[in-house]
């Protein structure tokens, strides 16, 4: 499969310990998405990063939110001191703005499910 | 700031019917539009996605249009299938070029 994976899949945990998400893109795809998904909404975009460079960070939910994309491949989202309004699903999605005849289409991955319990 | 809104909110059918989702956004500066379809607890996957200077894009069953100057997108799905039910979302990408803004979704269900 070379679609985009994320890890874990689920994740429960108490409030005020730390989480951290990985997301893989698809393997030629320089841009990399988080975006955050509550029940009965839409996904809300958080962040954004082109090969290693972070991009847009100004929709992170507040500072205890931060991702990282070492090397241009794999990115990381972590939640410092995670609180009860943080359970929802993070999704990670990929695309490529480069020899693409869709510009920029995005894929998703299966999401990750944080219940901070 | 963009708004993506979709109507119905949910919508039950029974299989074989043809039906049309809408979405409407309020800033007609686009630079594209996805559609996606996600099931319960899972990720999204893109079904179709139309650029701001095209009208419309096909994909088997599924045709997707899009009307920028009104702020309008429709996804017709032809003979629909009890295997079609899912949540269905619209995305708008601005002209900024990367964050989708997502309307709530359409809840379809096709009932055998």
């Known amino acids: 499969d070379t679609g985009v994976s994320q890890n874990p899949r689920h994740k429960i945990t108490k409030r005020g310990q730390n989480v951290t998400f990985r997301c893989d893109p698809i393997?030629?795809?320089?841009?990399l998405y988080w975006y955050r998904q509550t029940l009965g909404q839409g996904p809300e975009f958080l962040t954004y990063f082109q090969n290693e460079a972070q991009l847009e960070k100004s929709r992170l939910l507040s500072d205890r939110f931060s991702a990282e994309r070492p090397k241009g491949s794999f990115s990381t989202l972590e939640i410092q001191r995670t609180e009860q309004g943080d359970s929802a699903m993070y999704l990670c999605a990929s695309s490529s703005n480069t020899g693409s005849n869709k510009p920029n289409e995005q894929f998703f991955g299966p999401g990750t499910r944080l219940t901070v319990l | 700031k963009q708004e993506v809104t979709q109507i119905p909110a949910a919508l039950s059918v029974p299989e074989g019917e043809n039906l049309v989702l809408n979405c409407s956004f309020t800033?007609?500066?686009?630079?594209?539009l996805q559609w996606f379809r996600q099931d319960p607890g899972k990720g999204l996957t893109s079904l179709l996605l139309?650029?701001?200077?095209?009208r419309e894009q096909t994909s088997g069953r599924l045709n997707a249009s899009l009307d920028k100057s009104s702020g309008r997108s429709t996804l017709y799905i032809a003979a629909s299938q009890p295997g079609d039910s899912a949540t269905y979302l619209c995305a708008v990408e601005g002209n900024s070029g990367y964050a989708l803004n997502f309307g709530k979704g359409t809840s379809l269900l096709v009932t055998p």
């Open positions: 393997s030629e795809h320089n841009r």
């Open positions: 139309i650029q701001s200077s095209q």
């Open positions: 800033d007609s500066a686009i630079y594209n």
